[in-house]
C-alpha cells in the first residue's frame, strides 16, 4: 500500500522506486502496462529530472511508491540479475517511450541477444533487415528506455571495442564481467 492507502493501481498511472545495484542506484518506473523506464545514476538531482520528463511525455506525474505491485517483480528481478542469480528478465515493458527503427531494434536486441553474449552494431542492424545502419543502431542503443532490461551493453564495435554505453563505460564493462564476456575489473 502507498502512504495514501492506495495499492498503485488506482489512478496512479506511473509508479517509481530507487534499486541499489553493482552499478550504482537504477530509477525504476512503470505503468499497467508494464516497466517504463530504467534510469542510471539515479541520484537526487538525475532522477527529478527523469521524473520531470516522465511526466512530460506520459502526460502524468510519477508517483514514489516502491511498494507497488507494479514494481514488485521488477525490483525482485533487477536485484537478482545484479546478485549472479537471474540471466533472463521476464517482465512485462511498456514500449509507450520509444517508437519506429528505434524500437524495432530494442525488441530484436531484447530476444535475440542473450545473457553472456554480445552483437555488433552492424549485425543487429542485418537483423532488422537494415544492413548499413549501424550508426542508426547505436542512435538506437542511447535512446534506449530499458538499459539493462534491454541489454543494450550487449552491443559492442565491430573491432572489438565495447562502444559507448549511456550509464558509462565503467557500468558496461561490469555489466559485461557479471554476464562473464569480460574478466571483472581490477579496480
Not at 64 to 69: I, L
Not at 95 to 104: P, V, Y
Not at 161 to 173: C, D, S
Request: include cysteine; charged fraction near 20%; hydrophobic fraction near 45%.
Amino acid at each position: 500500500m502507498n502512504s495514501d492507502g492506495r495499492d498503485g493501481r488506482q489512478d496512479v498511472g506511473v509508479v517509481w522506486a530507487v534499486v541499489g545495484t553493482g552499478i550504482g542506484p537504477l530509477l525504476l518506473a512503470a505503468t499497467g502496462d508494464g516497466l517504463v523506464n530504467v534510469v542510471f545514476h539515479a541520484t537526487d538531482a538525475v532522477r527529478d529530472k527523469a521524473l520531470e520528463r516522465l511526466a512530460s511525455r506520459l502526460g502524468t506525474e510519477p508517483v514514489h511508491a516502491p511498494g507497488s505491485p507494479l514494481l514488485a517483480e521488477a525490483i525482485r528481478q533487477v536485484e537478482a540479475y545484479f546478485r549472479g542469480a537471474r540471466r533472463d528478465f521476464d517482465l512485462p515493458l511498456d514500449w509507450s517511450l520509444i517508437s519506429g527503427f528505434n524500437r524495432q531494434v530494442l525488441r530484436e536486441l531484447a530476444v535475440g541477444v542473450p545473457y553472456g553474449s554480445v552483437v555488433g552494431y552492424g549485425d543487429l542492424a542485418d537483423r532488422v533487415g537494415q544492413p548499413g545502419a549501424a550508426q542508426a543502431v547505436g542512435a538506437a542503443m542511447g535512446a534506449n528506455p530499458l538499459p539493462v532490461v534491454v541489454p543494450c551493453h550487449r552491443v559492442v564495435e565491430r573491432d572489438g571495442g565495447i562502444g559507448g554505453f549511456g550509464g558509462g563505460l565503467e557500468a558496461k564493462r561490469k555489466l559485461l564481467a557479471l554476464e562473464g564476456v569480460l574478466p571483472e575489473p581490477l579496480f
